[in-house]
C-alpha cells in the first residue's frame, strides 16, 4: 500500500509517539522530512534527528522526542497543505500561530523554513504544517 501523504504520516508517528512517552520514533526518509525536522530542532520542537543507513541502501530517520516536566513539548502538530488541498500563502498573509508562541513551517523557494524567516526573506509559500 502507498502513501498518499508521506508528511501527513511522519507528524502522526510523531504525535502518537508523544502521547505514549517514547524517547524516539522512526520514519522513512527523504529531504523534506528531513528539512521539516531541522526546522523542528532549530526550534527547539525536538531534541534531535539522525539519518539511519539500512540495507538495500535505504535510509531511516530517527526522532528523538522531547519533554519538558514530564509532558511533550509540542502540545500540538497540525497539517495544513494536502496533497488533495494545497494552501499557499504570500508573504503578507503567512499565518501567526498563538499570537507568536507556536510557529507555522513553510516550503518556500528558498527552502524550508518558519513563517517568520520566510517573512524577512520576503518569500510566501505552502504551509506545510503549524506547531503549538
Known amino acids: 500500500m502507498s502513501m498518499s501523504d508521506p508528511?501527513?504520516?511522519m507528524i502522526t508517528i510523531i504525535r502518537n509517539g508523544q502521547m505514549v512517552n517514547k524517547s524516539y520514533v522512526c520514519t522513512d526518509m527523504s529531504n523534506t522530512k528531513e528539512s521539516i525536522?531541522?526546522?523542528l530542532k532549530d526550534e527547539g520542537y525536538i531534541n534531535d534527528y539522525e539519518v539511519k543507513e539500512m540495507e538495500n541502501n535505504k535510509k531511516r530517520l530517527k526522532i528523538k522526542l522531547k519533554y519538558f516536566q514530564g509532558?511533550?513539548?509540542i502540545s500540538n502538530i497540525k497539517r495544513i497543505s494536502k496533497p488533495s488541498l494545497r494552501i499557499y500563502k504570500s508573504?503578507?498573509?503567512l499565518p501567526k500561530v498563538l499570537?507568536?508562541?507556536?510557529v507555522a513551517i513553510?516550503?518556500?523557494?528558498?527552502?524550508?523554513m518558519t513563517a517568520d524567516t520566510a517573512k524577512n526573506q520576503n518569500c510566501g509559500g505552502e504551509i506545510i504544517c503549524t506547531v503549538e
Open 7 to 9: 508528511i501527513s504520516a
Open 37 to 39: 525536522l531541522k526546522v
Open 99 to 102: 499570537g507568536g508562541l507556536g
Open 106 to 112: 513553510v516550503s518556500t523557494s528558498k527552502g524550508v
Open 91 to 93: 508573504k503578507n498573509k
Open 71 to 73: 509532558k511533550p513539548v
